[in-house]
């Protein structure tokens, strides 16, 4: 009597399940800016909203208590920030012969794939919501060869954390007016780069307005390559890094300076930046962000609502597919990102070469 044999399509919750898991580790493992955000998990049943709660913080007593009286009472105020959950997703299709003749497991191989896609997608998310929380109408949606006008990141527009520019004397300029004339006369030159000196400054801006380090005593900071190149070149990061042990570093993290943690991420905005009107040559800059505890939020990858995978076999009912030559495989994430407290983050534009 031939044995009850049991298809793969009667197990697909167990094979659904391993996928997602290899997808979560991968993806957890390959993401930079994913695990240096505090994160909070999607309540189950709570629709499209999210709430992050802000709480402001108490005034300074300056009053001497007197003996034998109750001093004014105090009350804890803060407000609520909320974000709309958005999904991203990937698919992609393999046929019957790749299948057949390849040596190696090729839904997994490809699973392995896309958590890295997912890993970027995810870190790209968060850094939008650092510098402008507006997901379609983001100027980074449309940035590219052409270039995005700076005024868009000024004073931090659409909610993001405060912009700025980052001139060659190391001075903070606001001023929208002010950073197309100093622009216009600017150059990849080592004063208008990523240095030392400006990121000492921006962190001492974060202490200034009593942001918080994290719990390893650092702030944070997050941007690209080509700005690191200009930071390894200065005769100061040598003598930073004598202590530092490679083996102990975040993911991404490339050396620490000032009290601060640097990473390294190709998702950082590397724009051309129109120096006056959209005819004018550009200048390539990179938004760099810096921040402390508090500062922004997002919702964990992991559990029900978090990263699913997708592995489709051929069924009858496929009319598409008629002769069963292709299957699936896709993700799909259910995220949000939001910065809760515009104070505790400086976004800052050096160029590069």
């Known amino acids: 009597m031939a044995p009850d044999v049991r298809s793969t399509g009667d197990i697909s919750s167990i094979v659904g399940n391993y996928y997602d898991k290899v997808m979560l580790e ?60 958005w999904q991203l997703g990937n698919w992609t299709a393999l046929s019957d012969v790749l299948e057949l003749t390849s040596f190696s497991d090729v839904v997994k191989e490809c699973v392995d794939v896309f958590a890295d896609n997912a890993a970027l997608a995810v870190d790209a998310q968060i850094y939008q919501a650092f510098l402008t929380d507006s997901v379609a109408d983001s100027p980074l949606a449309t940035a590219g060869s052409a270039g995005a006008l700076l005024t868009y990141w000024m004073y931090g527009h659409n909610g993001g954390v405060s912009s700025y520019y980052m001139s060659a004397d190391g001075l903070i300029i ?41 719990e390893d005593g650092y702030y944070k900071l997050y941007t690209h390559p080509k700005c690191v190149q200009y ?48 005819w004018a040559a550009g200048i390539s800059g990179v938004w760099n962000v810096m921040w402390g505890k508090g500062c922004i939020m997002c919702t964990e990858v992991g559990g029900e609502q978090g990263v699913k995978t997708y592995v489709k076999a051929p069924n009858k009912y496929d009319t598409t597919n008629p002769l069963d030559q292709w299957s699936t495989v896709g993700w799909k994430c259910t995220f949000a990102a939001k910065v809760v407290n515009t104070k505790c983050g400086e976004a800052f534009l050096t160029l590069v070469g």
């Open 231 to 278: 930071i390894r070149r200065s005769s100061e990061w040598a003598s930073w890094q004598i202590y530092s042990r490679p083996e102990v570093m975040d993911k991404g993290e490339v050396g620490r300076a000032h009290g601060v943690k640097i990473y390294e991420s190709t998702i950082p905005l590397d724009v051309v930046v129109r120096t006056s009107a959209p």
């Open 26 to 85: 991968r993806l957890v493992a390959a993401a930079v800016l994913y695990p240096l955000v505090e994160k909070k998990r999607i309540p189950k049943g709570g629709g499209k909203t999210i709430n992050w709660n802000r709480y402001t913080n108490f005034d300074i007593p300056t009053t001497r208590l007197t003996e034998g009286e109750v001093p004014t009472q105090v009350y804890l105020s803060g407000s609520a920030v909320t974000s709309t959950l």
């Open 174 to 214: 606001s001023a929208a007016a002010s950073v197309y004339s100093n622009l216009s006369a600017a150059g990849a030159d080592d004063g208008h780069t990523l240095d030392l000196d400006k990121i000492s400054r921006v962190s001492a801006r974060l202490r200034t307005n009593n942001v918080k380090p994290f």
